[in-house]
């Protein structure tokens, strides 16, 4: 069975830094691209990053770009969003999400297109 955990949310200050993993069981991430996706309360969830299935490449969103890092291990099991620079306004639920790709380049900023999801971790951004 297909399953993704994330881990590694918690309380920092503005500017401190975390670092999510998102680890996949049941599979491997050689044919998914992983995404991590945001939630705040009252807003609607929102892309963060991606990594596509074939290691070539990742996505940010805007507001991100910069600040956070998203990799993969070598095993490709675990997709990490290193998080510098944190701000207020990161704070959310964060979601990571798998979509079947096969190998390839690219991936999207979507909800809409992952079909896996995993249950959260919250991350506040708090002085």
């Known amino acids: 069975q297909l399953q993704l955990v994330e881990s590694g949310g918690g309380l920092v200050q503005p500017g401190g830094s975390l670092r999510l993993s998102c680890a996949a069981s049941?599979?491997?991430?050689?044919?998914?691209?992983i995404g991590w996706f945001r939630q705040a309360p009252g807003k609607e969830r929102e892309g963060v990053s991606c990594f596509s299935s074939s290691g070539g490449s990742a996505n940010y969103a805007d507001s991100v770009k910069g600040r956070f890092t998203i990799y993969r291990d070598n095993g490709k099991t675990t997709v990490y969003l290193q998080m510098n620079s944190l701000k207020r306004e990161d704070t959310a639920v964060y979601y990571c999400?798998?979509?079947?790709?096969?190998?390839?380049?690219?991936?999207?900023?979507?909800?809409?297109?992952?079909?896996?999801w995993g249950q959260g971790t919250q991350v506040t951004v708090s002085s």
């Open positions: 049941g599979f491997t991430l050689d044919y998914y691209a």
């Open positions: 999400a798998a979509v079947f790709v096969g190998h390839i380049q690219g991936c999207s900023l979507l909800n809409r297109e992952y079909g896996y």
